[in-house]
């Protein structure tokens, strides 16, 4: 077989065809090229089957979640807590924004939601407190990117079904490196709140404020707590943690907290449900397109060339992080993982990098391209919730990108920071 479908991918990428159906039409248009028109059937099974998989049903299931709770008015509530916390420093509001993109990852799993939810309230009540609209937008995309780290996380899920790693593990996996981003981006914040002056959010909560807004958020954050120890407790499979995630916001929101109305589920629903037809026709999709790869022996090629540029791992991880960073400015990080999982893992864990440790390299890295230009969506996304032009806001990022690319860095030459939790689960 013929590698035309690769230029045909490309093109169709390039001419601004959706992902979806350029993984598709490309291999399709390839093998009527080729004269093997018989294996349409086999590509036809591929897309089903790729779609077709009980873990897979956890990301709707936590897509669902996260909108139940962004509709209910979980945010406020986490953004109120976290304003009594670190809202009396420098820049607090911006400090409030970072703290709140970790608590919400816990929650959503999702970059994109992440801004879109924040940015809505935080983006206006930065720039009204002296915040320049590029900076708060800035702030808000660079700290999004924890969501999908930090766990239950999307794209973690999407890896552990492409490639049969245990999602419990790449959990565990995400959580140091995450907070370390998040510690990053506020030693960086508050750098640049001194230097421009940027106000305190408020005086200094007490502890019974503190103590109040902690109760009202108390079990929103309960969440991660329930589905992470449920599933390291072996209690249920990730699948049925996303499921009671769902029961879960629905009874906390409807009963406990009355945040959420009857008549507000038709659009949730409508919501997730398109939601996860995107992402499940992405990911069958991507699946078939991956099949492509391997039964045409890119994959085996690609592995050769790439051992016989160096047998040094530490510079094959370096170049295969650079790789991935560029891939991550042009291809959204699902399909991405989707395609090129199953193409460079093995040759990395060939050469003795275990699973878990590449799984987090790979999303990370992926994650970070999320917000980089020039197609980053989290980008394009603050954009539209700021109304600030996506360059501006990609040069006011550029301190954050280099404190992600030092976090990357850290991860990939100090296996300890994602395998420690992991080993001491038992996961590793």
Not at 33 to 46: K, T
Not at 73 to 84: M, N, P
Not at 201 to 216: C, D, L, M, P
């Amino acid at each position: 077989m013929s590698l035309s479908y690769i230029w045909i991918f490309v093109l169709l990428l390039t001419a601004g065809t959706p992902v979806v159906f350029a993984l598709l039409v490309g291999p399709g248009v390839s093998l009527m090229i080729d004269g093997n028109e018989v294996y349409f059937s086999a590509l036809l099974n591929r897309l089903f089957s790729g779609m077709n998989s009980f873990p897979l049903m956890a990301v709707p299931f936590f897509i669902l979640a996260g909108e139940l709770m962004n509709q209910g008015g979980i945010t406020q509530s986490i953004v109120r807590f976290c304003k009594t916390l670190i809202g009396h420093y420098r820049g607090g509001l911006a400090q409030v924004n970072i703290l709140s993109s970790v608590l919400f990852a816990g929650l959503s799993g999702s970059a994109v939601a992440d801004t879109s939810a924040l940015g809505k309230m935080l983006i206006p009540a930065m720039e009204q407190n002296g915040y320049s609209r590029r900076f708060a937008a800035a702030v808000t995309a660079a700290s999004s990117v924890i969501g999908p780290i930090i766990p239950p996380s999307g794209i973690m899920i999407l890896y552990a079904f492409i490639m049969n790693v245990s999602v419990a593990g790449m959990f565990l996996a995400g959580i140091l490196p995450g907070l370390l981003i998040c510690a990053g981006l506020m030693i960086v914040t508050n750098r640049i709140a001194k230097k421009r002056n940027y106000p305190i959010a408020n005086q200094k909560a007490t502890w019974g404020e503190r103590g109040s807004a902690f109760k009202v958020s108390f079990l929103p954050l309960l969440t991660p707590v329930i589905l992470l120890g449920g599933i390291l407790a072996g209690v249920f499979t990730p699948t049925e943690a996303a499921a009671v995630a769902v029961g879960y916001a629905f009874i906390v929101t409807l009963f406990i907290t009355n945040t959420l109305k009857l008549n507000q589920l038709p659009l949730i629903l409508v919501n997730a449900a398109v939601q996860s037809g995107t992402i499940l026709l992405l990911v069958g999709s991507a699946v078939t397109f991956a099949w492509i790869i391997t039964v045409s022996g890119l994959a085996d090629s690609l592995a050769t060339n790439i051992m016989q540029i160096t047998s040094n791992v530490l510079l094959l991880l370096l170049i295969i992080n650079l790789f991935l960073f560029a891939i991550g400015m042009f291809l959204d990080a699902g399909p991405a993982i989707l395609i090129l999982g199953p193409v460079l893992a093995p040759i990395f864990i060939a050469l003795g990098i275990d699973p878990l440790h590449f799984a987090v390299i790979m999303c990370v890295n992926l994650t970070v391209g999320l917000a980089t230009p020039p197609m980053g969506l989290v980008l394009f996304v603050a954009a539209s919730v700021s109304g600030e032009k996506t360059e501006n806001i990609a040069l006011e990022m550029l301190p954050f990108l280099a404190v992600q690319a030092l976090v990357i860095f850290m991860i990939t030459y100090f296996p300890a920071i994602t395998m420690t939790l992991p080993r001491l689960f038992g996961f590793a």
